[in-house]
Each structure stands twice: as C-alpha cells, then as structure tokens.
Nanobody, 127 residues
Framework: LRFSCRRGGGLVQPGGSLRLSCTVS????????IGWFRQVPGKEREGVSC????????YYADPVKDRFTISRDNAKNTVYLQMNSLKPEDTAVYYC????????????????????WGEGTLVTVSS
C-alpha cells in the first residue's frame, strides 16, 4: 500500500482556491472509504470530507460545506479535494486517507478516522 500525494498545497490568499490530490497504489480505491483530514499544531485532527463505499454518501465538516468538494478518479486511483473560497482558518496540514472497512457511514469515517494515511501537505491561507 502506497500513497503518493502530489503537493497541491502551498500558500494562497484568502478567497483563493487550491486542489489537493492523492494517488494510491497497491489496491483499488473504488470500493474503499476515502477521505481528507486536516490538523493544526496543538489541535486534534479534523475530518474534512469523507466518502463511504457503503452508499457512496459524502460527508463535509460544517466549516467547509459549500466550499470544499471531494472527488475521485477511479481510473487513476486518485482522490481530490477542491478547496474554494479559502479562509485563514483553513490553514493546516492536510492528509488523505483510506479505510478497508466498508460498512460505515461517511460521517463515521470522518469522526473516527481511517486506517491508512498518506503524507500530509501544508496549506497556508494568508495575505
């Protein structure tokens, strides 16, 4: 199992956009739970957005609703996080993750975490 997270992170001004991407090898992503999480130093990790393989439902944390979009390209085994209207409070290290368990809801994965994690990428929103 291997993650290859492209460095879609970086510095962006408030109101700007970024797209994070993460390619996974070693298994097929299509039938697995996938998600994006973020963490600010000194704070607990937060589930940003997750997709459940059980019903294909999608969960978004309240702070990012209507601004962030999770998606995946099964042919490329890649998961994306499109982030629009970025705010300074979105500044964090972002991680993609996947889970082999398939029976939980999308909110469950985002609240309790997943079992395989990619490397983090820093997103800084600042003027």
């Amino acid at each position: 199992l291997r993650f290859s997270c492209r460095r879609g992170g970086g510095l962006v001004q408030p109101g700007g956009s970024l797209r994070l991407s993460c390619t996974v090898s070693g298994f097929t992503l299509e039938d697995r739970a996938i998600g994006w999480f973020r963490q600010v130093p000194g704070k607990e990790r937060e589930g940003v957005s997750c997709i459940s393989p059980r019903d294909r439902s999608t969960y978004y944390a309240d702070p990012v609703k209507d601004r962030f979009t999770i998606s995946r390209d099964n042919a490329k085994n890649t998961v994306y996080l499109q982030m629009n209207s970025l705010k300074p409070e979105d500044t964090a290290v972002y991680y993609c993750a996947t889970d082999s368990r398939i029976y939980y809801s999308s909110s469950y994965y985002c609240i309790y975490g997943m079992d395989y994690w990619g490397e983090g990428t820093l997103v800084t929103v600042s003027s």
